[in-house]
């Protein structure tokens, strides 16, 4: 009997709205009896100019889901503890 696979499944909702940034790589560090981490690095356009207004605001809820659909799929919960803007120009 032949398995079928589904899609592969990845959002990061923030204040339970998708977010449109495009995440280049994710972590996420688990360690027992500790805060789980999440760790997002997203890369903006060049020409998009930034300035210091939070992008996902400190202490906005934090819902991230991926996995392969349908029987796969985990849910992480968490809030917006700390970001960063750095550029590399």
Not at 47 to 56: C, I, S
Not at 61 to 82: C, L, S
């Amino acid at each position: 009997m032949a398995v079928t696979v589904g899609p592969v499944v990845y959002a990061i909702y923030i204040n339970e709205v998708l977010s449109k940034e495009f995440p280049l790589d994710v972590e996420i560090r688990q360690t027992w009896g500790q805060h789980d981490l999440f760790y997002i690095r997203i890369e903006h356009q060049k020409m998009l100019v930034l300035n210091n207004k939070a992008l996902w605001p400190k202490n906005a809820p934090v819902r991230i889901i991926w996995g392969q659909a349908p029987n796969n799929i985990q849910t992480w919960y968490g809030y917006v503890n700390h970001h960063t803007i750095s550029a590399n120009c």
